[in-house]
């Protein structure tokens, strides 16, 4: 008798993703993201919440009410270990789901602009952003995708509200390019403990941050601040999230 094994897990994913749509589904009647004929752009780091995204988007793409374009762009620095493995595993991983990738690279991130005491984290993601941007109107995408969640949101709104003095989170859409390009984050309502559940199923090799700084330490103490409130965490992020949108 043959094992169940395989047909169980793919059971588990199937309902992973189906209780993650529903957040999906949510932001979109929230703020209307998504739009029939769109042609989306999938910022694809690697890592657990962009490639969970890309397995969402791909079933939304499949089932749901929308029709849209999905490809998928990888930023990878020249500096950075693993580049080809990385690079082999993400075309094969995107090939298997019909998605369509590109990878571009780009030198370490440096700023162009002379301030001072930016934190690297900052540079690297403002360089990732800019190179999505690029490639949208480049290639005809007229929005980018992003996988930010909830709890990217929260600790933002802390960061800004305790390092800043202003009370302002992840925008869930934003316009750039005259109007031309927008930026959507349609997970953010979704917690990072849900993706995690689904990302633990997939058969692929999630990787973390590679930046040589690691994460921002501020983001990292934000997070820590709130894991700490045990079972509140929830309510209390999407209290910081609400305060902020308002």
């Known amino acids: 008798m043959?094992?169940?094994?395989?047909?169980?897990?793919a059971r588990e994913l199937s309902r992973r993703l189906h209780f993650l749509g529903r957040r999906l589904s949510a932001a979109q009647?929230?703020?209307?993201?998504?739009?029939?004929?769109?042609?989306?752009?999938?910022?694809l780091s690697g890592g657990k919440d962009s490639v969970t995204l890309?397995?969402?988007?791909?079933?939304?793409?499949?089932?749901g009410p929308l029709g849209f374009t999905l490809a998928a762009l990888h930023v990878e620095r020249e500096d950075a270990a693993g580049n080809a493995e990385r690079r082999r595993l993400l075309a094969a991983h995107a090939d298997a789901l019909q998605v369509e990738l590109s990878i571009v690279t780009v030198p370490p991130a440096a700023d162009s602009q002379g301030a001072r005491n930016i934190h690297p984290c900052f540079l690297c993601a403002r360089q990732r952003r800019e190179a999505l941007l690029r490639h949208a109107a480049a290639h005809g995408f007229g929005k980018i995708v992003l996988a930010h969640h909830l709890d990217d949101d929260a600790e933002t709104v802390l960061m800004n509200l305790l390092f800043h003095g202003r009370l302002e989170g992840l925008a869930p859409r934003r316009a750039y390019a005259g109007g031309r390009i927008e930026l959507v984050r349609p997970l953010l309502l979704a917690?990072?403990?849900?993706?995690?559940?689904?990302?633990a199923l997939l058969s692929f090799p999630c990787w973390t941050c590679d930046c040589p700084d690691g994460e921002d330490s501020r983001r990292r103490q934000?997070?820590?601040?709130?894991?700490?409130?045990?079972?509140?965490?929830?309510?209390?992020?999407?209290?910081?999230?609400?305060?902020?949108?308002?």
């Open 54 to 63: 890309l397995h969402l988007l791909r079933a939304w793409r499949r089932n």
């Open 2 to 9: 043959t094992s169940d094994k395989p047909a169980n897990h």
């Open 29 to 43: 009647r929230r703020w209307g993201l998504l739009a029939d004929g769109d042609r989306l752009l999938l910022g």
């Open 191 to 199: 917690e990072e403990k849900e993706i995690q559940r689904v990302a």
């Open 222 to 246: 934000m997070k820590a601040f709130l894991l700490s409130l045990g079972p509140r965490a929830s309510a209390v992020k999407r209290r910081l999230v609400r305060a902020a949108a308002a």
